[in-house]
Nanobody
Framework: QVQLVESGGGLVQPGGSLRLSCAASGVIGSFYAMGWYRQAPGKQRELVAT???????NYADSVKDRFTISRDITKNTVYLQMNSLKPEDTAVYYCNAAFLIGVPYWGQGTQVTVSS
């Protein structure tokens, strides 16, 4: 059974940094794509960043130049380095992973709160 476990969330002041990690277990082979989504209270879940095993990266416009996604393909892990955090980045961040076919997998989520 595939499981995704996120870590690294927490409370940070505006302008600060956090690094999220997501480790997958129960996987045979490597995911085609891994990434991060987030959901703020009262809002729909939205894409933050994804990266394919070919290196193609996609960022939400709101996080470009502030967030960096990276992957360790052999370990089926994905990271999100978040710099210059803003209060509007406050949300539950979810790890997402997908093969070329089949339904994607989701982690349980990790809370990121940006507040002074």
């Amino acid at each position: 059974q595939v499981q995704l476990v996120e870590s690294g969330g927490g409370l940070v002041q505006p302008g600060g940094s956090l690094r999220l990690s997501c480790a997958a277990s129960g996987v045979i082979g490597s995911f085609y794509a891994m990434g991060w989504y987030r959901q703020a209270p009262g809002k729909q879940r939205e894409l933050v960043a994804t990266k394919t095993n070919g290196g193609k990266v996609n960022y939400a416009d709101s996080v470009k130049d502030r967030f960096t996604i990276s992957r360790d393909i052999t370990k089926n892990t994905v990271y999100l380095q978040m710099n210059s955090l803003k209060p509007e980045d406050t949300a539950v961040y979810y790890c997402n992973a997908a093969f070329l076919i089949g339904v994607p997998y989701w982690g349980q989520g990790t809370q990121v709160t940006v507040s002074s």
